[in-house]
């Protein structure tokens, strides 16, 4: 009879200061602060000093960090050629996932785990995502480079360079509130993928690259971009409730609902939705609310007594689509800001780090004899 956990469900594998969650009252702190104060009083910069030090910066600190960060945003020749010779046909989240691995090769001295130089990396690597981003998709939309402007926030800076022109306060401030929402959440698969890599004491570029990779997948931060389709699949509000009683029958699962950690709303989303309805309303995209309210009044009916809610992918795609983003860009969003809670995990691991190595229950046959291959 085997032991395992499947899913490693409540298998308690590493110690964090970076983020609390409480699944069944659906908390979540960063490092104590309550995630509604930091969406609400913070900067994703600010936070991102926290994910790195584990802690609020001081004002000079702050300062110093922000001249750093905004200073990185730039790439090199190098990068740019790399970026300019994808197919414009690839998937952001590809592109993304190796160009954060190719940055490894232009760094002199890429496997460091020194944790201070590590830190500095992990700044370089934060900066230069969502140029690298950005700078794909307009080249993939037939239109220039935009470069980075360092005078500009992370949030406001991203936005400028895929839409070459400066987004209004209630953009950045909406999009930068994504970006903190987006920035931690426990050893989730893709934080875990960053310390696995990182307890071999390989590098931090291979260790984001793999939680890259990780966060991709449909069941994690892929679920946005699910969210998005099936918004685009129900014609109207009216059509919701019937779709999602479909999809319920057919035992399918609707993207955006469901959490292994939470059992009750999850706070972010509960951020979200507020977000999405104004912005929503703001930009003509009332209907996507609407259908996005109907689903959740289905599903809160049909299956909210099994633990199931609406995550933070769920009103995280009216959000993007509201502030104007591509459905392809929804996972890297995830990505830009999940760089910032990777590379603080990856720090925590380095910091008394005991390689990970779990064991499997074995549970083939044994004494089996070896059969030639004519023989099979
Ligand atoms: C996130 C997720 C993978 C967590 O999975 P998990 O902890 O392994 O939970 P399980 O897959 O064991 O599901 C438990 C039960 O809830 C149901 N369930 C879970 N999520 C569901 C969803 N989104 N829609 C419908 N039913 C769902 C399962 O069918 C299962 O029902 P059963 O017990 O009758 O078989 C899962 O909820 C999911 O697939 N959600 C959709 C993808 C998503 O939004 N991911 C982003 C997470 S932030």
Known sequence: MSTASK?????????????????????????????????????????????????????????AFITDLRGSYGLSDHTLSLIKSMPTTAQPMHMLRTMVSALAMEDPEPNSIDIPEVRVKAVRILAKAPTIVAAFDRLRRGLDIVSPDP???????????????????????????????????????????????????????????????????????????????MLNEIDSPEEAEQFVMNKL?????????????YKSYDPRATYLKTLAEQLATDTGNADL????????????????????YPNVDFYSATTYHSIGLKLDLFTPMFALSRISGWAGHALEQLDGNRLIRPSADYVGPHNTQYLPIEQR
């Open 7 to 63: 899913g490693l469900e409540g298998i308690v594998a590493a110690e964090t200061v970076l983020s609390f969650i409480d699944g069944e009252k659906g908390i979540l702190e960063y490092n104590g602060i309550a995630i509604n104060d930091l969406a609400k009083h913070s900067s994703f910069e600010e936070v991102a000093f926290l994910m790195l030090n584990k802690r609020l910066p001081k004002k000079p600190e702050f300062e």
């Open 151 to 229: 005078s500009l926030s992370f949030a406001a800076n991203f936005l400028y360079m895929l839409n070459a022109e400066r987004p209004t306060h209630t953009m950045e401030r909406a999009f930068d509130a994504c970006m903190i929402l987006h920035a931690d959440h426990g050893l989730n698969a893709s934080t875990f993928t960053c310390r696995v890599i990182t307890s071999t004491l390989s590098d931090i570029y291979s260790a984001i690259t793999g939680a890259i990779g990780a966060l991709r997948g449909p069941l994690h931060g892929g679920a946005n971009e699910g969210v998005m389709h």
């Open 249 to 261: 029958a057919a035992r399918d699962r609707i993207m955006g609902f469901g959490h292994r950690v």
């Open 289 to 308: 609310y609407a259908k996005s309210s109907a689903i959740e009044k289905t599903m809160a009916r049909e299956v909210a007594s099994k633990g199931i």
